[in-house]
């Protein structure tokens, strides 16, 4: 259950990343790095963090699965664009999974829980930062994306506090995933953005 | 007194990253991202090589200092630009400091002095790197600015000979640090800059 | 001789490094961090997924090898340049050979072929991919550089196909490395590209 629930995360990722390279005009390798990158990044540096073998090295699916992503991609595009409101949807249930999980396993490998939600927010975000910087885009995290990096500080905080009062196991998961995603999605429906600094100039550098 | 020196230096780093999300217009998660990434950035990358768990992930300080940085830009960026040439000199502090730390550290850790230096410049440098990648900009240590990485490489060379010759401790890490800064300081001063190949011809790719 | 050909592929990779420098009319300091990232930025990468310590800061020549690349490339690039088709057989080589290598490191630190063969093209491709990203420009793998990344996919999937066999040691390593080799010629002489999605639309983001 726990493996086909990553599994889907890594799919959805896998697809934003595959259709970024459609956007940018890259050829198929092009389409499946980035669907690798954005799907399997955020792990693998989480777990480079926690100084063991990252799980994407260990697991056929999650190599396999970005690989489907990038051909699907490839030969329905429009069509994929066209649910891209699914889409969306899926990524923000991807985003609160990452971060619940990512969390959990920090705190097993003996993390603080204000590490380990920093690290349950790399988790999440990860990917994504590296796929936008390989596209030479300034990462959408820097800048807002209705509030996408504060979902994954939430569901990453809720974890880390329900494992510290001795809730661990899938409920806890759960719940921390769905406020992270009850979070993104209204954030999305509302158009809710994080703050930028008065008399932010132009660029000057 | 080491943990309070190292604190300065991160915090004096995360200035310098969230004001360059303050010049790109990015918001506070922007802001927070850039102050974390350069700030222990550095340091996190010459743990992973060392093989040991990243110390910005085993000290609350090291975390919560930059986001403190970010709460300070946020409010106060015109006030903090406006002390634009102490921070440069602060930076050139932690620049000369983290070089000498990072060289000990690598060396500690059964490196070779060669080896321990080029870490110890990855120490002081990484974070900015790191941070102008994010940014989208091509990293300030690739074309000067004003010897950046020069007093880097002075201070963890210094380092490295001082440890070999028997040398070790705070006087050691004094003596390095205190000639990195100087030379940073001197040459920001004199406008001293790394060579470029002569008829380097206009991008061509 | 093993070592030898490394040295000779670290070598290669850092010209172009160094090339990228100068191209870019970076100084000597951005110049030899490329050269340096290019020629190994793949295997560290791959070592910190491996969970070892990068074979680069065990070496002193894979350090110093970049630094010579460097000095040549400083002093004669308008001669260097001129000798481009040259080095774009050897670099060609450094990748078949980098793959084979590095499939057959992960291979015995214990990876199922197909990780393997993963983190064989991420050492035959990931410092061409650190250089490009650090010079401000969208990675040329991920664009077609004449099917770049399958040759290397190529190579490491042979090396991963014959030591699965029984088949080991510098037999299995040359012969996966030629394929690769023959198949990046014969792609840079006949112009294959990999291909793009159709109806790939102008960047939208």
Same mark, same amino acid.
């Given at each position: 259950?726990?493996?086909?629930?990553?599994?889907?995360?890594?799919?959805?990722?896998?697809?934003?990343?595959?259709?970024?390279?459609?956007?940018?005009?890259?050829?198929?390798?092009?389409?499946?790095?980035?669907?690798?990158?954005?799907?399997?990044?955020?792990?693998?540096?989480?777990?480079?963090?926690?100084?063991?073998?990252?799980?994407?090295?260990?697991?056929?699916?999650?190599?396999?699965?970005?690989?489907?992503?990038?051909?699907?991609?490839?030969?329905?595009? *429009?069509?994929?664009?066209?649910?891209?409101?699914?889409?969306?949807?899926?990524?923000?249930?991807?985003?609160?999974?990452?971060?619940?999980?990512?969390?959990?396993?920090?705190?097993?490998?003996?993390?603080? *829980?204000?590490?380990?939600?920093?690290?349950?927010?790399?988790?999440?975000?990860?990917?994504?930062?590296?796929?936008?910087?390989? /596209?030479?885009?300034?990462?959408?995290?820097?800048?807002?994306?209705?509030?996408?990096?504060? *979902?994954?500080?939430?569901?990453?905080?809720?974890?880390?506090?329900?494992?510290?009062?001795?809730?661990?196991?899938?409920?806890?998961?759960?719940?921390?995933?769905?406020?992270?995603?009850?979070?993104?999605?209204?954030?999305?429906?509302?158009?809710?953005?994080? *703050?930028? /600094?008065?008399?932010?100039?132009?660029?000057?550098?």
């Amino acid at each position: 259950m726990s493996e086909i629930l990553d599994l889907v995360g890594i799919f959805v990722f896998a697809l934003t990343g595959a259709l970024m390279g459609v956007r940018k005009r890259l050829d198929v390798v092009g389409m499946g790095v980035l669907a690798e990158m954005t799907a399997l990044g955020g792990g693998i540096v989480r777990d480079l963090i926690l100084n063991v073998r990252p799980a994407a090295f260990q697991s056929l699916g999650y190599v396999l699965v970005p690989v489907a992503a990038t051909v699907i991609v490839f030969y329905w595009h *429009p069509h994929v664009a066209r649910v891209m409101p699914v889409i969306l949807v899926l990524d923000a249930a991807g985003l609160g999974l990452f971060s619940a999980v990512g969390t959990a396993k920090a705190l097993e490998y003996g993390l603080s *829980p204000l590490h380990a939600t920093v690290l349950g927010v790399t988790t999440a975000v990860g990917g994504g930062v590296i796929r936008d910087v390989l /596209a030479g885009a300034i990462p959408t995290l820097l800048y807002d994306r209705q509030l996408y990096a504060v *979902p994954a500080l939430l569901g990453s905080a809720v974890m880390a506090g329900l494992s510290t009062a001795g809730l661990h196991g899938w409920p806890a998961t759960l719940a921390a995933a769905v406020l992270a995603f009850g979070l993104r999605i209204t954030a999305m429906r509302r158009g809710w953005r994080a *703050p930028v /600094a008065k008399g932010a100039e132009d660029p000057a550098a």
